[in-house]
């Protein structure tokens, strides 16, 4: 019983695991785009790496970027930047001017000592080329100096550049983050429709076999209560009938 909930407790740990999600961020080419990362620091610093593609099952793949939790330790190119407090848990990937080959996944993975403790986030970015016309339902801005950048962060997305542009106008690209899901969801569903269909069958299997022995354990105090009751009337009647005899003895 023990091992079938080990075994249990093991398909629901790896559960979230099968269906793949991420953070959906935009950019614009020549601009500077920001990956929001965070970590809390309560239980102290610890490293983080940035790479291409998924996370995988441990450290990162086409690692962009290192940080041993106060200072970058490997830099793939002057591109990638940390520019949040490292110190405090702030490891967001910040990508200067940005080019429509960096579309694509990403993934933060800040290592947790433990295992299967990693806290990883993967992100799916966008690089778009800068528009030309403007929806008239649009927030825009007009820049007349240097615009100033502003990161993106958890709540939506926002593009922005480090250039001197005169009489340019700006757009901001609206949208929230969000996690969609894909191929993997319904193998979610799968393993947790058979985690259940496991669960109930063990419950059925368990109340059986009690009952089971329940219904034997009565049947045998009852055979064991018939069989005194069964001794105790025949002890009775036999002292009832040496009773009748001494009577029928004593009569002149």
Request: with cysteine.
């Amino acid at each position: 019983m023990n091992q079938l909930q080990v075994f249990i407790s093991g398909l629901i740990f790896l559960l979230p695991g099968a269906v793949d999600s991420y953070v959906e961020v935009k950019g614009v080419v020549g601009h500077p785009v920001t990956l929001p990362c965070t970590y809390s620091t309560y239980r102290g610093i610890t490293t983080t790496c940035w790479g291409r593609g998924q996370c995988p099952s441990s450290a990162c793949q086409n690692t962009l970027i290192w940080t041993n939790g106060h200072r970058v330790t490997y830099r793939k190119s002057s591109r990638y930047n940390l520019k949040g407090h490292i110190s405090e848990g702030d490891v967001s990937l910040t990508i200067e001017n940005s080019v429509v080959s960096d579309s694509g996944l990403y993934c933060c993975r800040v290592e947790i000592p433990g295992w299967f403790n990693d806290q990883k986030v993967t992100f799916s970015l966008q690089v778009k080329p800068e528009p030309t016309t403007f929806c008239p339902h649009e927030t825009t801005a007009e820049v007349t100096g240097t615009p100033s950048h502003t990161p993106t962060d958890w709540n939506g997305t926002v593009t922005s550049s480090g250039d001197t542009w005169n009489n340019h106008t700006e757009a901001i690209l609206p949208g929230k983050p969000q996690k969609n899901p894909t191929k993997g969801f319904y193998v979610g569903i799968c393993i947790a429709a058979l985690l259940l269909l496991l669960l109930v069958s063990t419950v059925a299997i368990t109340r059986y076999i009690l009952m089971k022995r329940k219904s034997a354990f009565l049947s045998v105090v009852a055979f064991r209560v018939s069989k005194i009751e069964a001794l105790q009337n025949a002890a009775v009647v036999h002292s009832r009938a040496e009773d009748n005899i001494y009577i029928v003895e004593d009569r002149p």
